[in-house]
């Protein structure tokens, strides 16, 4: 399973006909097992790049490569779940033959055990991107998509979420793309860290981080911080549309 990606170019137009750039050269590969995190500013283009991937807009200039029929799972930034239905129903309408000793050590990773018999309405945001997650591991994905999955959470919920995002990854060895323009997130989840510059998006610097997830000391983490937000410090920066 390997991921290739060249974007040369994508483009959208306003509504008053104006042409917008929003990608202007975005080029890097991912291997089967392999966590890359994307980190870029807001507006940068880092979502539109993630529908492209997961084959969601093909009106774009360049190439990506996937091995055809490649099971996706992805966790869009807000946890879309069908308000209508349960936690369970919202999970297993994505994977309806997934069996239920796999779905139940999901929801106990998840937190998620005693709440599968509830609706949405009923859930914090933090409870409902965890379902968002549950749905998109329950397919058993070979490439899971997350798109900003800890946003908007207080630090202490984001923390923990993303120990367990951290643990279903390492569990199922997916080959994995992360979104987010949180730093700290970026090099305790990560394999590879790739800057995107302001719109439109460009690569800056493709790092990869060589110790384990799980082998990352405070200190390293400090250290890997330090030198992304040195490359982040030296981009010029570029008025764009929202």
């Known amino acids: 399973m390997r991921l290739e990606v060249e974007i040369a170019s994508k483009t959208f137009k306003s509504a008053a006909g104006e042409q917008h750039d929003v990608i202007a050269g975005v080029a890097f590969a991912l291997n089967a097992g392999e966590v890359g995190v994307l980190v870029g500013p807001s507006g940068c283009g880092k979502s539109t790049m993630l529908r492209i991937l997961a084959g969601l807009d093909p009106d774009f200039q360049g190439r990506v490569s996937r091995p055809a029929g490649a099971r996706i799972g992805f966790v869009f930034q ?21 069996d239920e000793p796999k779905l139940s050590a999901l929801f106990e990773i998840l937190e998620l ?14 409870l409902a991107r965890r379902v968002a997650l549950a749905r998109a591991f329950a397919v058993e994905p070979e490439f899971l998509i997350l798109d900003e999955p800890l946003a908007s959470l207080d630090a202490a919920l ?5 120990d367990e995002i951290a643990m279903l990854i390492d569990g199922r060895s997916v080959m ?24 439109p998006a460009r690569v800056l610097a493709d790092l990869p981080i060589r110790t384990p997830r799980g082998a990352r000391g405070e200190v390293e983490i400090a250290a890997i911080k330090s030198e992304i937000m040195r490359r982040i410090d030296g981009c010029p920066t570029k008025q764009g549309g929202s």
């Open 113 to 126: 055990k005693a709440h599968r018999n509830h609706f949405p309405g009923e859930l914090s945001l933090g």
């Open 78 to 98: 807000e946890p879309r779940l069908l308000p209508w239905r349960s936690v369970e129903e919202n999970v297993r309408l994505a994977a309806p033959l997934a």
């Open 158 to 162: 984001a923390s923990r979420l993303r």
């Open 176 to 199: 994995t793309l992360l979104v987010t323009h949180d730093v700290d997130d970026a090099v305790r989840l990560g394999d590879r860290v790739i800057l995107l510059s302001p719109r």
